[in-house]
């Protein structure tokens, strides 16, 4: 029998960051702890498995919140900053368990090659610094983590193609704008789906709550949670009391299971 997922929102907020550095903003000034969000990221757990999706500028804070002493692997998106800036910080886990397994497709491990040189280098290699098990993935193959198989979910960000994930009943989209009928098809029948959800208003490369709303409406999972949110979304009180009863805030600690 397959054993359940626990996910763990580890972050839930936008690039920036809640608060933002310098913002007078009211949310930027709320004492609600769910009003205060790290850069997106979840914790994937299963049995003895933990499976993170990205490595934000937060990724050291939100390891030591999550008490995560072991990393199975890494699942990236995409290679925007705040997706992976915290690559770094996988040092303990390499230390003591040896090479880290991170999937990703080809363009990001290009990106990461460029930003984090010193960790893919084969000759002259400085001691203290972590070694990856690059696994490249596409858009059209299924690939394994561990026991579970992912099903990748290809979605536009503005003009960059993001990867999301399916494992099993979740699925998991964050910096998506648009998606293709053959794309969406791969998603329906989950029983939860987190999906991101930028602020009220239209954005360019993020679908608004309006748009997130209108597709999980369309996949109709049994559960939804907004995550990559940033503080002109409005208070986290507020703004969920107006959500559908089926469609949650995510907020950063929260852990589900599926």
Same mark, same amino acid.
């Given at each position: 029998?397959?054993?359940?997922?626990?996910?763990?929102?580890?972050?839930?907020?936008?690039?920036?960051?809640?608060?933002?550095?310098?913002?007078?903003?009211?949310?930027?000034?709320?004492?609600?702890?769910?009003?205060?969000?790290?850069?997106?990221?979840?914790?994937?757990?299963?049995?003895?498995?933990?499976?993170?999706?990205?490595?934000?500028?937060?990724?050291?804070?939100?390891?030591?919140?999550?008490?995560?002493?072991?990393?199975?692997?890494?699942?990236?998106?995409?290679?925007?900053?705040?997706?992976?800036?915290?690559?770094?910080?996988?040092?303990?886990?390499?230390?003591?368990?040896?090479?880290?397994?991170?999937?990703?497709?080809?363009?990001?491990?290009?990106?990461?090659?460029?930003?984090?040189?010193?960790?893919?280098?084969?000759?002259?290699?400085?001691?203290?610094?972590?070694?990856? &098990?690059? %696994?490249?993935? !596409?858009?059209?193959?299924?690939?394994? #983590? *561990?026991?579970?198989?992912?099903?990748?979910? $290809? =979605?536009?960000?503005?003009?960059?193609?993001?990867?999301?994930?399916?494992?099993?009943?979740?699925?998991?989209?964050?910096?998506?704008?648009?998606?293709?009928?053959?794309?969406?098809?791969?998603?329906?029948?989950?029983?939860?789906?987190?999906?991101?959800?930028?602020?009220?208003?239209?954005?360019?490369?993020?679908?608004?709550?309006?748009?997130?709303?209108?597709?999980? &409406?369309? %996949?109709?999972? !049994?559960?939804?949670?907004?995550?990559? #949110? *940033?503080?002109?979304?409005?208070?986290?009180? $507020? =703004?969920?009391?107006?959500?559908?009863?089926?469609?949650?805030?995510?907020?950063?600690?929260?852990?589900?299971?599926?």
């Amino acid at each position: 029998m397959s054993k359940p997922l626990t996910v763990t929102f580890l972050g839930t907020g936008t690039s920036q960051g809640i608060p933002v550095i310098g913002s007078e903003h009211p949310v930027c000034k709320s004492e609600d702890p769910k009003d205060k969000r790290l850069r997106v990221s979840v914790l994937i757990s299963w049995g003895q498995f933990n499976y993170v999706i990205d490595t934000g500028p937060d990724f050291r804070a939100q390891m030591l919140e999550a008490k995560c002493t072991k990393l199975d692997g890494i699942l990236f998106t995409h290679e925007h900053n705040d997706h992976i800036a915290g690559l770094d910080d996988i040092r303990p886990y390499f230390f003591r368990q040896g090479d880290i397994r991170a999937f990703a497709h080809k363009r990001v491990f290009d990106s990461l090659k460029n930003r984090f040189d010193y960790i893919f280098v084969t000759e002259n290699k400085y001691p203290g610094a972590p070694t990856l &098990k690059e %696994i490249e993935i !596409d858009k059209s193959t299924p690939f394994k #983590i *561990s026991d579970k198989l992912v099903i990748p979910i $290809e =979605v536009m960000h503005n003009r960059m193609p993001v990867l999301g994930f399916r494992i099993e009943d979740f699925t998991y989209i964050t910096d998506a704008k648009t998606i293709t009928k053959e794309e969406l098809a791969k998603i329906k029948g989950t029983k939860v789906l987190v999906l991101n959800a930028l602020r009220q208003e239209a954005h360019y490369s993020h679908f608004n709550l309006e748009e997130a709303l209108d597709l999980i &409406k369309t %996949i109709a999972p !049994d559960r939804a949670y907004l995550t990559h #949110i *940033s503080h002109l979304m409005g208070f986290h009180e $507020e =703004v969920q009391k107006s959500l559908p009863k089926n469609v949650f805030l995510a907020y950063d600690g929260l852990q589900i299971t599926i």
